[in-house]
């Protein structure tokens, strides 16, 4: 049973390693972080299949492991914190006024989110690059 575990765990090592070096890795993981953080409503997985084409070099596995980390659960607080950030750098304006208006309301609410998520992508993407790059480069010495 030990002989096929250790036999599955190399063959997934192989997969999500294979030959790319600690650079590619790295990139395909902040790349997946980068969209993973937009609040792109599902679509993250196509803005991914159209920078696996820009970017030939980054390693594709490590892309999904970034969505896959960034799931659904976790998306919750990133928007929430995302936000948060929006509406410090638009400032106190309230989202619902005296005269109320949907539209209005929801611009001014998708603006702070969209914004917060380019500050927390921005943030978060070359961090994600340095610490997976840095997780590669050490595993691939282990």
Known sequence: MKKHI???RNHIRDIAIGDATPHAIGLGFAVGVFFGILPT???EFVFLAFASLFFKHINKV???G????LNPFVMIFVY???FQVGGLLFGSTPLIGVEFNVAESVFRAS???MLGSLV????FTPISYFVMRYLAQW????
Not at 139 to 142: A, C, D, P, Q, V
Request: net charge positive.
């Open 139 to 142: 595993y691939r010495e282990k």
């Open 111 to 113: 603006s702070r989110l």
């Open 66 to 69: 970034a969505l896959a980390l």
């Open 41 to 43: 409503l599902g679509f």
């Open 62 to 64: 490590a892309m999904i």
């Open 120 to 123: 927390l992508a921005a943030i």
């Open 6 to 8: 250790r036999r599955a």
């Open 80 to 82: 929430g914190a995302s």
